[in-house]
């Protein structure tokens, strides 16, 4: 019995030694997997905050590198020029949004197939990007061009005199007159919103948080993805 007993205690001690090596060598295994994991991740940057919501590097670089919110697509740096658009376009958006501006599905799936369809979805798996928040981005892009054409250009009216005006002297046909009339009215729209942006920075906290621009991209897509 006493012969037994020990023969079952070593059993013990033998399976409890197995199964700590066992343990240590899968955590061992977990911890060289989350290492990888960590090297491969993208570091992202908080640049600023507007009226409350963070602003990251991520969010800057994918807008531009889609052709959003008048960046330019580019493989270089994010510069503080880059970080003033994103900016202005979240105060535009926070506005649409406040108004109620929607678009409808079918306008953001065209914008969709516009920026490439099949292909930037393509771009943006190779980018370790999330199709779902570059669709986001878009659809955020065409609200703020709904709410500017609500907000500025339908209300940017001219004058006839207004017109005579610009075209000068001489006599002037129908379509001389409706290209200074419609160059007239972008450049009164433009001015609306130029003070509209200056008068939303007084109104809205906006905070930059990081320093020493330019910041190096987190991911790069090819430029041009939009015409």
Do not use: C, K
């Not at 990888?36 to 602003?55: K, Q, T």
């Amino acid at each position: 019995m006493r012969a037994h007993a020990a023969a079952a205690a070593l059993l013990r001690l033998a399976a409890a030694v197995v199964a700590v090596a066992v343990s240590a060598t899968a955590a061992t295994l977990v911890t060289a997997a989350a290492v990888e994991a960590a090297d491969s991740r993208v570091v992202d940057v908080a640049l600023a905050e507007v009226g409350g919501r963070l602003v990251t590097l991520s969010d800057v670089a994918l807008a531009r590198g889609l052709h959003l919110f008048e960046l330019q697509p580019s493989d270089g740096p994010i510069t503080t020029a880059d970080l003033d658009r994103y900016v202005d376009a979240q105060l535009a958006l926070a506005e649409a949004t406040q108004l109620d501006i929607e678009v409808s599905t079918d306008d953001v799936a065209r914008a969709w197939d516009t920026a490439g369809g099949d292909a930037l979805a393509a771009r943006l798996t190779s980018a370790g990007v999330d199709r779902g928040w570059a669709r986001r981005l878009i659809e955020a892009d065409l609200r703020i061009e709904r709410f500017v054409e609500l907000r500025f250009r339908a209300f940017a009216f001219v004058t006839d005199a207004e017109v005579e005006q610009a075209l000068g002297p001489g006599s002037h046909d129908q379509a001389a007159r409706n290209a200074a009339r419609e160059e007239l009215r972008a450049e009164s729209a433009t001015r609306a919103l130029l003070a509209w942006r200056e008068e939303a920075r007084r109104r809205v906290p906006i905070r930059i948080i990081a320093s020493d621009p330019p910041w190096p991209l987190p991911f790069s897509l090819s430029p041009g993805l939009r015409p």
